[in-house]
């Protein structure tokens, strides 16, 4: 008996970690008028009544993460028929140049 529920366990975490890794967003690129990328993660709406859902939410990430952090909350919007887009701000995460570098920048000497 407990070698068959050491095997159910293991396949319920393994079916449970095959369900988080599966991702709703669509990564894109955003181009600013100054030619910045922008990385975001696009989540669109599940179409749940046959229309399409006319609602959305934009989320802005903390000063001290990245978009990552809305990718639970994100693919939950989008089962609920709310498309929603999470973009890392100038700097951080993957919308990294050498002018916009928070790493860099907090590693200077300051005045």
């Known amino acids: 008996m407990p070698r068959l529920f050491t095997s ?10 095959l369900i988080s890794i599966t991702s709703f967003a669509t990564e894109i ?6 030619n910045f990328s922008l990385k975001a993660d696009y989540y ?8 399409l859902s006319n609602r959305a939410v934009l989320m802005l990430h903390q000063c001290n993460y990245n978009r990552t952090m ?3 909350i994100g693919e939950q919007l989008a089962q609920r028929g709310i498309h929603a887009l999470s973009l ?6 993957e919308s990294i140049s050498e002018e916009y570098n928070v ?3 907090q590693k200077s000497p300051q005045a």
């Open 70 to 72: 809305y990718n639970a």
């Open 44 to 51: 669109p709406g599940e179409n749940t009544t046959q229309k």
């Open 103 to 105: 790493d860099v920048i």
């Open 29 to 34: 690129t955003l181009t600013t008028s100054d």
């Open 88 to 93: 890392d701000f100038r700097g951080f995460g």
């Open 8 to 17: 159910l366990c293991t396949s319920v975490l393994l079916s449970s970690l």
